[in-house]
């Protein structure tokens, strides 16, 4: 499965190395591509998951604000709801980034 925006690689990763959490696709943080994500000021705390750290997407001819996503530091219950570790997982806005 991989991740896109303007012609540009953002993660690649086997599909039995994503982890779907309401309807939003996880990648792992090694099947990132260095230099395309630049972490993002917005603050967010998800009520069962903890506190997001979100990040802007950087292209050649674009950068766009808080496009993707993700968990440093899940809460112990969430990961027990979603049945996997999810720690440092980066899931991507999809009406901006393509991913299939």
């Keep these: 499965m991989r991740a896109t925006i303007d ?3 953002l993660a690649d990763a086997d599909g039995e190395h994503i982890i779907s959490i309401e309807g939003s696709r ?3 943080p090694d099947s990132l591509t ?4 630049k972490e993002s000021a917005t603050p967010y705390v998800c009520p069962w998951k903890g506190q997001a750290r ?3 997407v950087e292209t050649p001819h674009h950068q766009y604000l808080d496009a993707a996503w993700c968990y440093p530091h899940p809460k112990r ?3 027990e709801t979603v049945g ?3 720690t440092g997982y ?5 009406t901006r980034v393509i991913v299939g």
């Excluded at 260095?34 to 994500?37: D, Q």
């Excluded at 980066?90 to 999809?94: E, G, I, P, Q, R």
């Design 90 to 94: 980066v899931a991507f806005d999809t």
């Design 54 to 56: 979100y990040y802007s």
């Design 34 to 37: 260095i230099g395309t994500l």
């Design 77 to 79: 219950s969430a990961i």
């Design 7 to 9: 012609g540009v690689l």
């Design 84 to 86: 996997h570790d999810f």
């Design 26 to 28: 996880y990648f792992p």
